[in-house]
């Protein structure tokens, strides 16, 4: 099976986005939506991608939702600076991030969390000298940026990925 299906759950997922934006399912729609999914699918491995799992799912869960927690603690304070703009002194700014993740995945995931995160931005990654550049809407500190983003993600990341 997995010679002509090499990723089944990532299939099964296009297939249930397929049927969800079609808005009705009727045998037809499903199975151009199966076919589409192994076609592209079978795609995707032209790009090699390389192997990954997670290694601790627990690990995931629990940081799925403090990174929903972040996001929805995120977008109360930016509604305040965007509604109160007299509110306070505010410093937007770039901090530079070391990271010891490696894993492309973990990146990946840190990057998504970074960006879906309002307020932050992630705006490159250096993988010679293996640091990020983001960019902070209301930034006070830097160490205090880098602690919650090496202690809070790419900590839990690791553990995920590494």
């Keep these: 099976m997995?010679?002509?299906m090499p990723f089944p759950v990532l299939t099964?997922?296009?297939l249930a986005v397929?049927?969800?934006l079609n808005e009705s399912v009727t045998p037809g729609g499903v199975l151009l939506g199966g076919v589409l999914s192994v076609i592209?699918?079978?795609m995707l491995l032209a790009l090699d991608p390389p192997k990954g799992?997670?290694?601790r799912v627990q690990v995931a869960v629990k940081l799925a939702f403090l990174?929903?927690?972040d996001i929805i603690r995120s977008n109360?304070?930016?509604a305040t600076i965007i509604l109160r703009p007299d509110s306070g002194k505010r410093t937007a700014g770039f901090v530079l991030i070391p990271l010891d993740m490696r894993s492309p995945y973990g990146l990946a995931a840190l990057a998504?969390?970074?960006t879906a995160t309002p307020g932050t931005i992630w705006v490159e990654y250096d993988s010679v000298k293996h640091t990020i550049l983001l960019h902070i809407l209301d930034l006070v500190e830097e160490e205090v940026w880098i602690d919650t983003i090496k202690g809070r993600y790419e900590k839990r990341l690791m553990e995920v990925f590494e």
Excluded: F, S
């Design 18 to 20: 397929w049927l969800i």
């Design 112 to 114: 998504c969390i970074i």
């Design 76 to 78: 109360r304070a930016v």
């Design 2 to 4: 997995r010679r002509w």
């Design 40 to 42: 592209a699918v079978r």
């Design 12 to 14: 099964a997922t296009l």
């Design 53 to 55: 799992r997670i290694r």
């Design 67 to 69: 990174v929903l927690a």
